[in-house]
């Protein structure tokens, strides 16, 4: 069975870190593409970060860009976001996703392109 499962979410102050994974089962992770969205309350599915295959490139939201980083460990089958100097506006449930068919050396932020997601995991950041 393919499954994602997300874990390292939890309640931060502004100001803090967290380290989000994304662990695979199932499948090999090296051949896919990983995206890492969040949706807040009330609002749309965002795109966070992302991950492609060989040669590893990585695309970043607006605001996360400076703060968030992606990265891989295919021995591990495991995907992780590195989330520093967070602020309330961080806050939401954040899902990995993994696209089984992508272009080499790219990613997109695009949600509807991966096909498996997890169940997410919450982060809340607040004082």
């Known amino acids: 069975q393919l499954q994602l499962v997300e874990s390292g979410g939890g309640w931060v102050q502004p100001g803090g870190s967290l380290r989000l994974s994304c662990a695979a089962s199932?499948?090999?992770?090296?051949?896919?593409?990983i995206g890492w969205f969040r949706q807040a309350p009330g609002k749309e599915r965002e795109g966070v970060s992302c991950i492609s295959t060989r040669p590893p490139t990585t695309n970043y939201g607006k605001s996360m860009k400076d703060r968030f980083t992606i990265s891989r460990d295919n021995a591990r089958n495991t995907a992780y976001l590195q989330m520093n100097s967070l602020k309330p506006e961080d806050t939401g449930v954040y899902y990995c996703?993994?696209?089984?068919?992508?272009?080499?050396?790219?990613?997109?932020?695009?949600?509807?392109?991966?096909?498996?997601w997890g169940q997410g995991t919450q982060v809340t950041v607040s004082s």
């Open positions: 199932g499948f090999s992770l090296d051949t896919y593409a």
């Open positions: 996703a993994a696209d089984r068919n992508p272009y080499p050396g790219i990613c997109t932020l695009t949600a509807g392109r991966y096909e498996f």
